[in-house]
T-cell receptor, first 112, second 111 residues
Framework: DTAVSQTPKYLVTQMGNDKSIKCEQN?????MYWYKQDSKKFLKIMFS???????INETVPNRFSPKSPDKAHLNLHINSLELGDSAVYFC???????????FGQGTRLTVV | GEDVEQSLFLSVREGDSSVINCTYT??????LYWYKQEPGAGLQLLTY?????DMKQDQRLTVLLNKKDKHLSLRIADTQTGDSAIYFC???????????FGIGTKLQVIP
């Protein structure tokens, strides 16, 4: 059973479109995250949620809107996609905010 | 500079030891982590150390923590080609929820 699963794995879309990436964890964790990994492999936290509540928003443009319908899900919606949004987006979860994070396999987003 | 710093690249011969270093600006973290990312995959926890420890050994892996100098290192003994990956250190900086990752060190193992 996959602990943290995100869909889709690959996403190719045109500039200006709106897209969503879904994430689900079956570990019973309270905390979920979205990370962005750019072409240089630099990993940056975007959002952190604890029990469906937003805890961290790291200067991410308003075009990015996370939604947590329950503590097992954290979806990422992106409006008006730009070329610079091309990256690999990782969802992760952890039991608490400072414990081991379990990562999904990543979603490679390519904006053309 | 960045809050968590690592060198970008390390190349070693198979069978040699690898040492990957990480420095950080501050830490309120209970744990400090090393993650491994293989090509096309997500990050997986490799090992971690409690902040009140100086050293932790786990088979071929040795983690050293110097809290005074804010320096964390990962030593891989008898490095194998399967160890080729990107290694990220991660620490909790300035907040309960904010685990910050270094830029990642790409380890290349030459057969």
């Amino acid at each position: 059973d996959t602990a943290v699963s995100q869909t889709p794995k690959y996403l190719v879309t045109q500039m200006g479109n709106d897209k969503s990436i879904k994430c689900e964890q079956n570990l019973g964790h309270d905390t979920m995250y979205w990370y962005k990994q750019d072409s240089k492999k630099f990993l940056k936290i975007m959002f952190s949620y604890n029990n469906k509540e937003l805890i961290i928003n790291e200067t991410v443009p308003n075009r990015f809107s996370p939604k947590s319908p329950d503590k097992a899900h954290l979806n990422l919606h992106i409006n008006s996609l730009e070329l610079g949004d091309s990256a690999v987006y990782f969802c992760a979860s952890s039991l608490r905010g400072d414990t081991e994070a379990f990562f999904g396999q990543g979603t490679r987003l390519t904006v053309v | 500079g960045e809050d968590v710093e690592q060198s970008l690249f390390l190349s070693v011969r198979e069978g040699d030891s690898s040492v990957i270093n990480c420095t950080y600006t501050d830490s309120s973290s209970t744990y400090l982590y090393w993650y491994k990312q293989e090509p096309g995959a997500g990050l997986q926890l490799l090992t971690y150390i409690f902040s009140n420890m100086d050293m932790k050994q786990d088979q071929r892996l040795t983690v050293l923590l110097n809290k005074k100098d804010k320096h964390l290192s990962l030593r891989i003994a008898d490095t194998q080609t399967g160890d080729s990956a990107i290694y990220f250190c991660a620490v909790n900086l300035g907040g309960y929820q904010k685990v910050t990752f270094g830029i990642g060190t790409k380890l290349q193992v030459i057969p």
